[in-house]
């Protein structure tokens, strides 16, 4: 009996043993943590989807995953990244989200692995034959001494509203977005409010429309609008100055330009140990508005979708981002992209 007694409990010990082994190797090994699938955030502009394609051209060839994208606003990305629904998000506009941005920085819900670009520009632009004229066009200057975006002062009878001929017109953001707020404050803190009515378009395409229209006149116009975009790459444009930014002067009155705006990439607090081959390439993935900006102007004169641009961008930068990668992987994602 005492033999029988010693078997069955040596029998219980192996058995118990084996159970916890493999509830520890499933978790060391983060084989549960495995994604089947990344997960890239689309806030609903061009550029984010271009570097969403390249990134997953890379994820899909090079390592053998699938990719899918989630639509929304910049906010509700940004909380599908905190909330792990989304993986990667590879243009947080990190100035334009600076409270929640900061909040899932600081909280560890987020981590930020590289800078895309970071010299990216934004606020009132005009066509630069407003100022130096276009003599192929038969353009005289019209406001030969406009620099900075007080000196619109001197010109409401030059970017004439055409609802209000009394005042100039400045072509705004959207009234949906934040950053409209700050434009409308300007327009205060640099006296132009007697001189300008300050118009709110109904979207991004909207601004373009009105741009476009007086850009093919060769008439005037300013307004908002930002780089890299196929907008400012594609047409003559100069960006009217301010202060150089200024917190306290910022957060008083908006009275300098607009404040650095890093563009990152960042990714879910788990991301980093769920997929570290991943990690590492966005780790390296650094870009700028030049690089950004050439696609958007190749998708606006191929009518080109963000996945084409992105193979066109790959298959001219090959000395670039190869170097983000090992160089058998870089070898299966050229043989992919073909």
Not at 16 to 21: H, I, N
Not at 85 to 91: G, H, L
Request: charged share 30%; with cysteine.
């Amino acid at each position: 009996m005492k033999k029988i007694l010693m078997m069955l409990s040596f029998m219980v010990l192996v058995v118990l043993t084996a159970c916890g082994g493999s509830e520890n190797v499933s978790g060391e090994n983060g084989e549960e943590k495995k994604l089947d699938k990344i997960v890239f955030a689309d806030a609903g502009w061009d550029s984010i989807r271009v570097h969403n394609a390249i990134a997953a051209n890379v994820f899909e060839h090079g390592y053998g995953y699938e990719t899918s994208v989630t639509n929304g606003s910049s906010a509700a990305t940004l909380t599908g990244l905190r909330e792990g629904d989304i993986n990667v998000y590879m243009e947080v506009w990190t100035d334009n989200m600076k409270k929640v941005y900061g909040e899932a920085i600081e909280s560890g819900d987020i981590k930020k692995l590289s800078t895309n670009f970071d010299d990216n520009k934004q606020g009132l632009w005009v066509p630069t034959y407003v100022i130096e004229g276009d003599q192929e066009r038969g353009i005289e200057p019209m406001a030969p001494d406009l620099k900075t975006m007080k000196d619109l002062e001197k010109y409401k009878n030059v970017f004439q509203d055409p609802e209000d001929p009394s005042k100039g017109r400045i072509v705004g953001a959207p009234s949906g977005w934040l950053l409209s707020e700050y434009l409308d404050t300007k327009v205060d803190t640099y006296g132009l409010r007697e001189e300008y009515n300050y118009f709110r378009p109904g979207s991004d395409s909207a601004i373009i429309t009105s741009l476009a229209a007086a850009y093919e006149d060769g008439k005037p116009w300013v307004g908002y609008y930002w780089s890299p975009s196929w907008v400012t790459s594609m047409y003559d444009l100069t960006l009217l100055e301010e202060p150089e930014f200024n917190e306290e002067t910022w957060e008083k009155n908006k009275g300098t330009e607009f404040p650095p705006n890093d563009v990152v990439v960042a990714v879910h607090k788990d991301f980093p140990e769920q997929a570290p081959e991943l990690t590492k390439f966005l780790e390296q993935y650094e870009t700028s508005s030049a690089l950004t900006g050439e696609t958007l102007v190749y998708m606006k004169e191929n009518e080109a979708s963000a996945e084409e641009a992105a193979v066109w961008w790959m298959k001219k930068h090959e000395d670039l981002w190869t170097k983000w990668l090992p160089e058998d992987v870089a070898k299966k994602v050229k043989e992919g992209i073909k």
